[in-house]
């Protein structure tokens, strides 16, 4: 199946494999969550302002929004049925081992959306004397040439992370949303490259996609992320 139908079947079905065993639990479970555990769930932020952004139309936005707000259901999910689990002292069966395995699924494909949303909607352009600009140019010998390398990066998540032991800016391929993230280093600029991102609206044109992702970048938003 290809990474977008799989993830499509994934989201649309709910939580498959062991979770699907436990179908029915969530409800029941909400139930005995606690206050604190409650007040801990991840609630899906609202993204309506990039509506309107040139070259993302409307219906793939608001599919985007959707598949993002699926992420966030299932994480909560996903940690209410752990957290259960843990009370049960169910922790040593394959079905708890599988909902560890898919929490780094659920979890990056919310939060991932989220840093990637929060870098889209913005007019300026770079500004190559700025802190991210010039970082940039330090770390990549020129901005032109982190670009290069960006646009090239791999194909489901284009990552641009600062590596917090020496300051370096590095472009990461991260293939499956839960792997491939640098230990240690800070997220400063995401791009989604999955196919549900820009078929809607670009067929097989993935180059053109990143055309409009690059001119819409929020500039600002990915330099207030360095540390
Ligand atoms: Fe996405």
Redesign the pocket.
Known sequence: MANMDR?KFLILSGLSGAALALKGQPAALAEKLTKEEKKMAYTAKDYAKLIGMKGFSEALLKN?FT??QGYVTNSNKVLDIIDQMVKDGKTATPEFAELKRRLGWEFN?MR??EY?FENLGGKAELKKDGKLGKKLAESFGSVENWEKDFRGTGAS?IALYQDLTNGRLINFWINEHDVGHPAGCNLVLVM?V?E??FMLDYGLKRADYIESFFKNIDWAAAEARLK
């Open positions: 993830r985007h598949l993002y494909g991932l959306h990637y998540w989604d999955f549900h991102a």
